[in-house]
């Protein structure tokens, strides 16, 4: 299985807060991505990344940032959580841009 | 804009039979990739198929790919309950740092 692990696995915040999810990656793999899973939504892209200090905007990147400062590590911030952004979030890596590998996933419910 | 449409949504089928699934998709691309996902749990990677025409199997699943036609199947052959799962299909316009374009899902129950 592919090095990926996300913290962290499950968190309750209050609306308003700021929330930080980071993903890790031992794979040195090139491509990052965010997901948010939603029922009836499937799965939807936040932002991606394709390499370090280099990440895009997906399909639902509003109220949410993101940073690559290295390699192995993906940052994905709410910047004031919103009880629509309660959701499980996957991040998942991709060597060449392709065939994905995807985290275990956070679990995210704010009050 | 690429469209992934997945059908159908909800599969709910007996033990022993067999089914498909379709994904259909909206622009020109040759490289398909299908994941499953168990209930509570993450996805994880099933097929890539990456030209027309190609054919992966692995125990009772089996996913081709007709790029002419836009549509990638997935079928099932004589369920069983561990074949319950959702199934998704990505597609791949690789075009420099496009990501893949995911369908709905389709959830599939097996039941006795």
């Known amino acids: 299985d592919a090095g990926i692990t996300q913290s962290p696995r499950h968190k309750v915040t209050e609306t308003g807060t700021p929330v930080t999810l980071r993903c890790h990656q031992t794979?040195?793999?090139?491509?990052m991505y965010w997901y948010r899973q939603d029922p009836g939504h499937g799965l939807r892209l936040i932002h991606y990344s394709y390499g370090v200090k280099d990440t895009d905007k997906g399909e639902v990147s509003d109220g949410y940032s993101v940073s690559r400062s290295k390699t192995e590590d993906f940052l994905l911030t709410l910047e004031s959580a919103t009880s629509s952004q309660t959701s499980v979030y996957f991040c998942?890596?991709?060597?060449?841009?392709?065939?994905?590998?995807f985290g275990p996933g956070t679990r995210l419910t704010v009050t | 804009e690429l469209k992934v449409e997945q059908n159908p949504l909800f599969l709910s089928m007996q033990e022993g039979k067999n089914y498909t699934i379709y994904c259909n998709y909206s622009t020109t691309s040759d490289r398909l990739y299908w994941y499953r996902q168990d209930p509570g749990k993450s996805l994880e990677s099933l097929f890539v198929?990456?030209?027309?025409?190609a054919v992966k199997q692995e125990g009772r699943l089996m996913a081709s790919l007709d790029t002419k036609a836009r549509l990638s199947t997935l079928h099932i052959t004589a369920a069983v309950h561990d074949l319950s799962a959702t199934y998704f299909c990505a597609v791949d316009i690789y075009s420099g740092n496009t990501p893949l374009v995911f369908g709905k899902g389709t959830r599939l129950s097996v039941i006795a």
């Open positions: 198929l990456l030209s027309n025409g």
């Open positions: 998942a890596i991709s060597e060449s841009g392709g065939d994905q590998y």
């Open positions: 794979e040195n793999h090139r491509y």
